[in-house]
């Protein structure tokens, strides 16, 4: 990793001149999610220099600009006036404002508003610019030990129960590792859910990140419930949880697929031996057929 020294600022603040803020730009801002110490300073710098901040909740971003002392006028941008509100900032960009997108905690767009505008933006050949910083999830995920090499971010599962247990049943195959938000309001029984469903699979749950009552836990899923029954305390607050991938189906051992599709071919016709292959090692049959045919016709390089 380099860092770039042409657009980082070396000093010890970080002021808005400093932050080179160019006009028609959206820059979309990471917040903190519990910890103030987590507003980055070159995010404080964009926020005090843009002309308009456009944010979830105009009182919670309020505190927290307050908090650092940037007064820069708010504009509301949510999920139920984005579109409304959308055309308007993207002339305001096109007319050479330089506006920054937050959101109630964490980074825009992250299970929070922000896709419409950013997506008009773009649409409008408007420059977007990301001031990142914290996210639950990458936070979550960078602490659990869990395989993060490859990971799947589902956001909220459904409220209602049916439609949650029918969604975690389509998603307990995914070989990756899974990231889930939930709330202190069903928790308990999505925990039942992971339960109910995944038996002994890993899950890591992590609640109250970088605040006061933060705590995480790796647990197979079938303690869950059980875990949180243990104190009424571990039931409060805003929750990741972590799920680790379905191990992956590997082919037979010591299996290569020519070989077993030659063996197959000896006895049975291409489409068969395909079938037979594809069960056999999870791969996909149209492949299979293709490689099948080019073996029985005696191609060399099959
Ligand atoms: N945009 C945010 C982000 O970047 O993480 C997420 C916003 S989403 C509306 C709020 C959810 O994020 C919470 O219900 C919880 O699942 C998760 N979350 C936010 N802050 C958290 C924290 N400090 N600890 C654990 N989970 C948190």
Known sequence: MQYDTQTSDTGAAVT??????????????????????????????????????CAEDTRTSGALLAHFGIRRPLVALHEH?????????????????????VSDAGTPLVSDPGFVLVRAARAAGLPVVAVPGPCAAIAALSISGLPSDRFVFEGFLPAKSAARRSRLRALAHETRTLILYESSHRIADTAQDLADLLGPREVCLARELTKLHEQSVVLPACDLP???????NRERGEFVLLIAGAAVEEPAAGLDTVQLL???????????????AAEITGLRKKELYERALQLSQGDPDA
């Open 16 to 53: 808005a001149e400093s932050a080179r803020l160019e006009p028609h730009t959206l820059y979309v801002v990471a917040t903190p999610i519990g910890n103030l110490g987590d507003l980055s300073p070159r995010a404080q710098a964009v926020l005090a220099g843009v002309d308009r901040i």
């Open 262 to 276: 030659r063996l197959l071919l000896r006895e049975l016709p291409v489409s068969a031996a395909a079938r037979i």
């Open 226 to 232: 059980g875990w949180l029954r243990e104190d009424a």
């Open 81 to 101: 006036n984005e579109s409304a509100v959308c055309e308007r900032l993207v002339r305001e960009l096109q007319d050479g404002a330089a506006l920054a997108l």
